[in-house]
């Protein structure tokens, strides 16, 4: 596709609800992240791919938190047992970047953003 | 990854150019700035990036000072499709697995473009 495509684009759950998060990066591209943007405040770093592997899984804020990307390519952003203070925009981004070639650019281009609304 | 300052909103009119600072006086050598901004209710989107020359793309200028600590962004002719979040960050090139190029936002500036 021409860029970054994430699903659902809106999601509410109820508290407690388990709830999946789609990635479809740019094609071709070996990095991917996720982030999380709370209401009025900048993205924050949960997780990162390089290919298949997930290489930094630092910013994820709990163990209800998983990802993957199975196939190098379409990631997804799992929250089980939701609550309230899971609600957000969920982004994910990808750039061409390779650790493993240790070059390409690392310009990272963005999705719109899953908002997910806990109640 | 070094520290960024940006005011928290700024106003500017259409047409006119629009000059948003940033300051990172602790900014590593081995540190760009990059710019991203954000339109509402869509996810950020790259502007530009430099080390310690001026650059300048279809988008944007970016001055960086001889001291690096602080640069500017320039809309040459800014429209109301330029109103958005401007983000400012610094960090080094991604180069393995201990700096994989994850993105460190701050609050940035909220540029409205008035008519």
């Known amino acids: 596709g021409a860029g970054v495509s994430q699903s659902p684009r809106y999601k509410v759950a109820k508290r407690g609800q388990d709830v999946a998060l789609r990635c479809d990066p740019i094609?071709?591209?070996?990095?991917l992240f996720w982030y999380q943007q709370a209401l009025g405040q900048g993205p924050e770093f949960l997780t990162y791919?390089?290919?298949?592997?997930?290489?930094?899984k630092s910013g994820l804020p709990s163990d209800r938190f998983f990802a993957e990307r199975p196939e190098g390519s379409v990631s997804t952003l799992k929250i089980q047992r939701t609550q309230q203070e899971d609600s957000a925009v969920y982004l994910c981004?990808?750039?061409?970047?390779?650790?493993?070639?240790?070059?390409?650019?690392?310009?990272?281009?963005f999705g719109p953003g899953t908002r997910l609304t806990v109640l | 990854d070094a520290k960024t300052t940006q005011p928290t909103s700024m106003d500017c009119a259409e047409g006119r150019a629009a000059n948003l600072p940033c300051n990172h006086s602790?900014?590593?050598?081995?540190?760009?700035v990059y710019w991203y901004r954000q339109i509402h209710s869509q996810g950020p989107q790259y502007i530009i990036h430099?080390?310690?020359n001026n650059e300048t793309n279809e988008m944007a200028s970016l001055i960086i000072t001889e001291d690096r600590k602080s640069s500017t962004l320039i809309l040459p002719h800014a429209t109301l499709r330029d109103t958005a979040v401007y983000y400012c960050?610094?960090?080094?090139?991604?180069?393995?697995?201990?700096?994989?190029?994850?993105?460190?936002f701050g609050q940035g500036t909220t540029l409205q473009v008035k008519p």
């Open positions: 960050i610094v960090r080094a090139r991604a180069h393995g697995s201990s700096n994989t190029g994850k993105l460190i």
């Open positions: 430099g080390l310690k």
């Open positions: 602790t900014i590593s050598g081995n540190e760009y």
């Open positions: 094609s071709g591209h070996v990095s």
């Open positions: 791919f390089q290919n298949e592997a997930q290489l930094d």
């Open positions: 981004a990808s750039s061409f970047f390779s650790i493993s070639l240790a070059g390409g650019t690392d310009t990272q281009y």
